[in-house]
Nanobody, 116 residues
Framework: QVQLVESGGGLVQPGGSLRLSCAGS????????MRWYRQAPGKERELVAG????????NYADSVKGRFTIARDNAQNTVYLQMNSLKPEGTAVYYC?????????WGQGTQVTVSS
């Protein structure tokens, strides 16, 4: 029953923007901290951004700080990642992650390709 479904990925040129969405169902979304991770081929999965359950605190990887924004709409059980000024090194599968105490769930991922 638990699902995290990412959407919004695609092909963009360097300097372009995308907004990713992650819709949760089957769990108490508003209790969960949410994170976005990304993984490029042959590389470790890395944390991109996080947001606390009420959206009071956010954090970002240094590599995306100032360019990416994480936000959530608990009424819609959705977390977003606004990505601006995209760089080729941003090419990766982006994953949504939900965490509350010992519960943790992963989405299936959405591909982002930054290329000219």
């Amino acid at each position: 029953q638990v699902q995290l479904v990412e959407s919004g990925g695609g092909l963009v040129q360097p300097g372009g923007s995308l907004r990713l969405s992650c819709a949760g169902s089957g769990f108490s979304f508003s209790r969960y901290s949410m994170r976005w991770y990304r993984q490029a081929p042959g590389k470790e999965r890395e944390l991109v951004a996080g947001i606390t359950s009420a959206g009071i605190i956010t954090n970002y990887a240094d590599s995306v700080k100032g360019r990416f924004t994480i936000a959530r709409d608990n009424a819609q059980n959705t977390v977003y990642l606004q990505m601006n000024s995209l760089k080729p090194e941003g090419t990766a599968v982006y994953y949504c992650y939900a965490s509350f105490n010992y519960f943790a769930y992963w989405g299936q991922g959405t591909q982002v390709t930054v290329s000219s």
